[in-house]
């Protein structure tokens, strides 16, 4: 605690209730875990321009040094190869923990084709020891060097919700021995131990509860539906929608999570916070938006869904707005043409503009 107040040089984060944000504050040292993937690498971007120190530490399960390689050689810019299953000693003030084989689609969608070298059980038990053991390990050294922590939870510890929208306090309805529960039960463990370690032990933390979120820099195959669609769309095949397509997501841009991080970790309160878009789509508009955006003669191909898959999630953001000033900036409408432009280079090399 003391530390991280020398460090941020701005004095008590807990003084006059003003999130301080953005440029006011630099210069401390930051670990983020699972900072070669999707989101964590955009979260990078900004805690170097804004003058931090960023540590990442990535097994590389899903993350590419790709995509924080325009780092390297940055004297406040380090890149560990770990696995946060094992112990782990750094000295930083703050901890951003998204160290998971998030894309539960691993196994949910495609287990044989996306699991070139792994068996399937080798991903559960993966994704079951890094949300357990993994976020035991990141709380016990915030513990130890008195940093402050942010786990990044999910909406899916909401299961297939019976409220809707999903308020924070809303105990969810989940099947614990489901093929996702690796997943979810294991957020909801995380979500458990990082409430036990606040209260325990007094370190400080942060929850996030993160909705489906799409971007730049996305993993191409791993099958979720917005990298699905826009991959199918630019390669001609026909867009998969999985049962009927009356199921409904609601899918928020990256840089407004990143936004929604950070005001978290800076701001007063422990949460847990929705952080997601409440525009809210069925996956059948979601492939007419693709068609728009990318290719209006794109066919659609209904395939059966997969168990377990939630019917209905849209976030209750109240909350995030009320005590955090923050909600989502991007529709899905701008957001998609930013996405396309980036898997458009990645699929076909080419560095033209989406002139679609
Ligand atoms: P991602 O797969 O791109 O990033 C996760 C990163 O963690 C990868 O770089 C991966 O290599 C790394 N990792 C996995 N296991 C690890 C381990 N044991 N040790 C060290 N590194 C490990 O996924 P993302 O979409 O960027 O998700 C980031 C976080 O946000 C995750 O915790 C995820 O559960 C959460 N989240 C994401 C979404 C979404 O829609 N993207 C939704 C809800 C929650
Ligand atoms: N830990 C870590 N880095 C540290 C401090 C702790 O990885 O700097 C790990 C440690 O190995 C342990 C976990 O965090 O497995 C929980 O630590 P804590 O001190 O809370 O529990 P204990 O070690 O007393 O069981
Ligand atoms: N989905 C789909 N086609 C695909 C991939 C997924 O229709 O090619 C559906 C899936 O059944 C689910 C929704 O899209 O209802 C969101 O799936 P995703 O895996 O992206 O996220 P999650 O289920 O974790 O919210």
Aim: hydrophobic share 35%; charged share 25%.
């Amino acid at each position: 605690r003391i530390i991280y107040q020398n460090r941020a040089g701005i004095g008590s984060l807990h003084s006059g209730g003003k999130i301080p944000l953005g440029l006011q504050r630099k210069g401390l040292r930051i670990l983020v875990t699972g900072g070669a993937g999707f989101v964590g690498s955009h979260l990078v971007d900004r805690l170097i321009a804004r003058g931090d120190s960023v540590i990442v530490v990535d097994n590389f399960f899903t993350g590419r040094k790709e995509n924080v390689m325009h780092h390297f050689g940055n004297p406040r810019f380090e890149l560990i190869r770990h696995d946060v299953v094992e112990p782990l000693l750094v000295e930083v003030d703050q901890i951003y923990h998204l160290a998971c084989p998030a894309s539960p689609v691993h196994y949910k969608h495609n287990p044989v084709k996306t699991i070139i070298s792994f068996s399937s059980l080798f991903i559960f038990i993966a994704a079951h020891k890094t949300n357990v053991v993994g976020t035991l390990n990141m709380l016990g050294l915030a513990k130890r060097v008195g940093a402050r922590f942010l786990l990044t939870s999910t909406s899916e510890v909401y299961g297939d919700p019976l409220e809707h929208p999903q308020k924070e306090t809303y105990w969810g309805n989940v099947n614990p021995i489901g093929v996702r529960s690796c997943y979810d039960e294991g957020k909801r463990t995380a979500e458990t131990l990082t409430m036990d370690y606040h209260r325990g032990a007094g370190v400080e933390v942060r929850i996030a509860r993160i909705f489906n979120t799409y971007g730049p820099r996305m993993c191409i195959d791993d099958g979720r539906v917005v990298s699905n669609f826009v991959a199918q769309a630019l390669r001609k095949e026909p867009l998969t929608v999985y049962g009927d397509g009356k199921q409904t997501r609601s899918f928020q841009f990256v840089s407004d999570l990143v936004e929604g991080l950070m005001r978290l970790m800076e701001g007063e309160h422990v949460g847990p916070f929705n952080l997601g878009n409440p525009g809210e789509f069925t996956m059948l508009e979601l492939a007419g938006v693709v068609q728009e955006t990318i290719d209006p003669n794109a066919q659609i191909e209904f395939r059966p869904n997969t168990a377990d898959d939630p019917h209905k999630r849209k976030p209750d953001i109240s909350k995030a707005k009320e005590l955090l000033g923050w909600e989502p900036k991007v529709p899905l409408r701008k957001g998609l043409p930013m996405m396309v432009q980036d898997f458009r280079q990645r699929i076909f090399g080419d560095h033209k503009e989406d002139s679609s």
